[in-house]
């Protein structure tokens, strides 16, 4: 079985400070032998870490809320076609072994918010840094794609034994 890490965040443009940050983020989730879960749309942290993880040779698959591809990021290698509109966010969550949360808005916020409800753990990259205390539930603040990935590494582990 392979580990599946949802990478959620903002579907509006992103300043090129936020695109490389979620490029990286997607790189090194390839890396590590990983599948890339986002919600496949050609924008935002969807299309930019899934960027990243094509580049860097990793699989990358796509739920998308519409009925068809249209809206799809070039970069994702399995697209979902659910015709769910947001609330396939509950099949980003749901799927994922572990969820990324870059800033978004209130989609992302619901994908958070599923994910803890759920009992997913979270990792909050690039967050006002007091989001994990104000939150119940399992979610690290981190600063860095590669603390991201570091904290990643450790949840899997856990959950392994």
């Known amino acids: 079985m392979h580990t599946i890490i949802g990478v959620m965040g903002s579907g509006r443009p992103l300043l090129p400070e936020a695109a490389a940050v979620a490029r990286k983020l997607g790189a090194l989730i ?25 580049d860097a040779g990793g699989l990358v698959i796509g739920v998308l809320p519409d009925a068809d591809t ?14 769910l509109g947001d609330a396939r966010n509950v099949v980003n969550v749901l799927s ?3 969820v990324v949360a870059l800033p978004g808005g209130a989609g992302t916020l619901s994908e958070v918010a599923l994910a803890l409800s759920a009992g997913k753990p979270v990792i909050a990259l690039g967050w006002d ?5 104000r939150t119940v539930g399992r979610i690290i603040d981190v600063e860095t794609p590669e603390a991201a990935v ?6 899997i582990a856990e959950r392994i034994r």
């Not at 840094?129 to 205390?133: F, S, T, Y």
């Not at 570091?150 to 949840?155: H, I, T």
Request: aromatic letters at 2%; one cysteine or more; a positive charge.
């Open 96 to 98: 994922s072994t572990v």
């Open 30 to 54: 390839a890396a590590q032998g990983w599948v890339l879960l986002t919600g496949g749309r050609a924008s935002g942290v969807m299309d930019a870490c899934s960027r990243g993880a094509k």
């Open 150 to 155: 570091s904290a990643a590494r450790k949840l």
């Open 129 to 133: 840094p007091g989001v994990a205390a």
């Open 70 to 83: 249209t809206r799809a990021s070039s970069a994702i290698d399995i697209a979902i076609c659910t015709g």
